[in-house]
């Protein structure tokens, strides 16, 4: 059996997980939001909008979103995130 350099399979799971991410960007109802920055309601912390991360049951996503003070990337609903302001 001959040794196949892990490069070549490093970049198929490269491939594989980019088409999945294209995917789920596709179904995000908002993928104009993606990079966006917004703060927590009116007052909170300001965050950027970094990828959605999956689908709901209900029909919310579930984003990643990154806290700009700390640098700490945390989950959070869509439906937050739409009623939360733009940062200034």
Known sequence: ME??????YTADIRAYLR????QIAHSFPS???LG???TFGVFGPA?????????L???????????LE???????RYSHLINDPKAA
């Open 57 to 67: 049951v209900d029909g919310d996503w579930i984003v990643l979103v990154r806290v």
């Open 19 to 22: 088409g999945i991410v294209m």
């Open 31 to 33: 993928p104009n939001l």
């Open 70 to 76: 700390t640098g700490e990337e945390t989950e959070y």
């Open 36 to 38: 966006m920055f917004k």
């Open 47 to 55: 965050y950027q909008v970094i990828k959605p991360i999956r689908e």
């Open 3 to 8: 040794c196949v350099p892990n490069s070549i």
